[in-house]
């Protein structure tokens, strides 16, 4: 049975990934600088697979290779990253580059000494950067790299130096640039600066407040269990033709189509679009919507198909989220 090593696994893109491997009943090992959420451990614990936690972190290359030594998995996820907003970036640019580029280069260095059969890296589509203002699909093969914050310039960077050790060391490495997830476990964690637009407008509406958007995006907001499927498909494969692949959910929505099927759920949930010079409540990204990333060649390698549509990612997203007792809900915001 295959064994799943994934670094990073406290975040949301990690646990929706773990539940995936669980719920197929494999093992998977986690290794995070913090304790999963105790939710997540009540989830996992009924899962057919084993979980094992390690405590652990990505910049410490000796005793990451020690914890790989002694589990010897047959895969890798490299998910561990800050996702920086402005602020970081003013305060703390080392720290970005310390976790995202250094960890990851470490993370590909322990898994070629260990001798890791499949190691998937997790990478962004923020590397598209500049490309993505314009409307052509974001292309692996044909769509220019331009990054343009840190987080995209930190994630182009440990593309390329996981790239280049995985050529080194004879190590088979596949780089998956992810689309922009929301769904279950998105919580605060500390490392990811800002949430999803999708469950700050949620805990609005579960808060009885008002969302006030800057703009009515438009984006290919991926559900993160359809992206869980995807990093399977590619640890899965027997053989990948290429590289470098895009998860993405090959079609965009509004945010007024999100807020609409809200306040189906929560009747008395307002919301509106800024009007000018109105302050707004609900943080994007950044000040345009992001073209939508090409996902046909993940399909055609590995027949990866997106399952959630608007409709069924908030079917089963509002039903994940009501099913948490009050404090895990608390936990998981």
């Known amino acids: 049975m295959a064994s799943t090593f994934i670094t990073g696994m406290g975040g949301f893109v990690g646990l929706a ?18 304790a999963l959420p105790e939710a997540a451990q009540q ?33 890798l996820v490299s998910l561990a990253a800050i996702t920086a907003g402005q602020t970081r970036e003013r305060s703390a640019p080392g720290s970005i580059a310390h976790v995202n580029v250094a960890g990851a280069w470490n993370v590909v260095a322990a898994a070629a000494a260990c001798g890791v059969p499949r190691v998937v890296h997790a990478s962004s589509g923020s590397v598209y950067g500049h490309s993505g203002r314009g409307t052509a699909l974001l292309d692996e093969a044909t769509t220019p790299l331009a990054p343009e914050a840190l987080y ?5 960077a440990a593309e390329a130096g996981a790239q280049r050790l995985a050529e080194l060391h004879g190590l088979d490495l596949v780089v998956a640039r992810l689309g922009t997830c929301f769904g279950p476990w998105e919580a605060e964690t500390g490392v990811r600066d800002t949430l999803s637009a999708p469950l700050q407008i949620l805990r609005c509406a579960e808060r009885g407040e008002t969302a006030v958007l800057p703009r ?6 991926l559900y993160v269990r359809d992206n869980a499927a995807g990093m399977a498909c590619l640890l899965d494969a027997p053989r990948l033709t290429h590289r470098c692949y895009n998860i993405a959910a090959g079609f965009r929505w509004a945010l007024s189509d999100w807020c609409a099927m809200l ?22 990204y950044a000040s345009y919507d992001r073209a939508g990333l090409c996902w046909q060649r993940l399909a055609h390698d590995t027949g990866f198909v997106p399952r959630h549509d608007l409709s069924a990612a908030a079917h089963d997203y509002l039903a994940w989220r009501e099913s948490q007792p009050p404090r895990h809900r608390q936990e998981a915001s």
């Open 263 to 284: 306040v189906i759920r929560y009747p008395g949930f307002d919301w509106r679009v800024a009007n000018a010079d109105e302050p707004a409540n609900i943080d994007l």
């Open 17 to 34: 990934l773990a539940e995936h491997l669980l719920r197929r009943g494999e093992t998977v090992i986690g290794l995070d600088v913090r």
């Open 216 to 221: 009515d995006s438009l984006r290919d907001w």
């Open 43 to 75: 989830a996992f614990a009924s899962l057919p697979g084993k979980l094992v936690f390690e405590p652990g972190d990505v910049c410490d290359l000796v005793s990451l290779q020690d914890v790989l030594a002694r589990h010897r998995p047959t895969r």
């Open 152 to 156: 995209g310039i930190s994630k182009l």
